[in-house]
């Protein structure tokens, strides 16, 4: 039977002033990166989105907030937006990442519709002070298994070529290995002039390495390319799908370009795979 490749679209809905310390992310006001910043999309402008992703054969898609935590006060707005979104598309598999989160906040986005939560352990709680110092890698496994305990879906992974070592990507594969989650997201670290990781680009092969080491060791979830996908491999992606990923991000990341979605698609049909019709 012929592979289907699953597409998710993420929609920075709040962009980038979050007082955290995250050496990859340029979303920290620490950094002082040169990107686009604003406070809430409206729900109208999300649900725009939405469709636009769903034209564009996402089968998932991922309203993410800049911030180290879901506020209170953005609980009510998401679980309005959700059922707004939910409502324009049902079909999706609709996501919020939205940083660490209380299980009753988690339970309200639940009754709202949101399907799944997206929180990544980044790297292993080893290497974690290397590149937080603001919140601990210890918050983030709570947070995980908050996702866990009300029933949503969990999809966490994390980012590669941060000056990391071989230990720790093993390590961090182990523990989103002991949480089970549905779906996992590889990220290969992005550079920009503005973050402080001095590191060399991860290499095509190096990161391959990764894939079929978390394929091997998850067998049973979703794995992801998500950002650095083309920043990494270029337009020689084949080798990505043969070693194991079944899911990309389609479109622009949080602050960075991404591919056209139509040259994706095409991408991804000349490797001789489909698109999957429905998130599974
Ligand atoms: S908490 Fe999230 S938004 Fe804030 S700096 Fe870290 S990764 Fe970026």
């Not at 039977?1 to 990859?24: P, V």
């Not at 406070?39 to 564009?56: C, G, H, Y």
């Not at 270029?234 to 991000?249: M, S």
Request: aromatic share 6%; proline share 4%.
């Amino acid at each position: 039977m012929q592979k289907e490749i699953m597409l998710c679209a993420i929609d920075n809905i709040l962009s980038g002033s979050c007082r955290e310390d995250c050496k990859f992310c340029t979303q920290s006001i620490h950094h002082g990166a040169d990107i686009e910043r604003y406070r809430l999309k409206s729900t109208e402008e999300i649900v725009k989105d939405a469709k636009i992703a769903r034209a564009n054969k996402a089968v998932g898609f991922c309203m993410v907030t800049a911030g180290k935590a879901l506020e209170d006060k953005h609980v009510e707005f998401l679980c309005k937006t959700a059922k707004a979104v939910k409502k324009a598309v049902p079909e999706f598999n609709l996501i919020a990442c939205n940083g660490t989160a209380t299980k009753e906040q988690l339970k309200a986005l639940q009754a709202s519709g949101v399907d799944s939560y997206n929180h990544n352990l980044e790297t292993s709680e080893n290497y974690y002070p290397q590149i937080c110092t603001t919140h601990g890698w210890s918050e983030r496994y709570k947070t995980c298994e908050n996702v866990k305990s009300t029933g949503l879906n969990l999809c966490s992974g994390g980012i590669f070529g941060m000056g990391e070592s071989e230990q720790d990507r093993e390590e961090l594969i182990a523990a989103i290995q002991t949480l089970q989650p549905k779906s996992v997201p590889l990220n290969f670290f992005m550079k920009n002039p503005a973050l402080p990781l001095e590191v060399e680009p991860i290499t095509p092969a190096q990161a391959l390495k990764i894939v079929r080491y978390a394929r091997a060791q998850l067998p049973g979830q979703k794995l992801m390319a998500a950002g650095g996908r083309e920043s990494t491999f270029g337009t020689d992606q084949k080798p990505l799908f043969e070693a194991g990923i079944d899911a990309i991000v389609i479109g622009d990341y949080l602050t960075a370009k991404g591919e056209s979605c139509d040259k994706d698609i095409a991408m991804i049909q000349s490797y001789g795979y489909g698109i999957a019709k429905r998130c599974r």
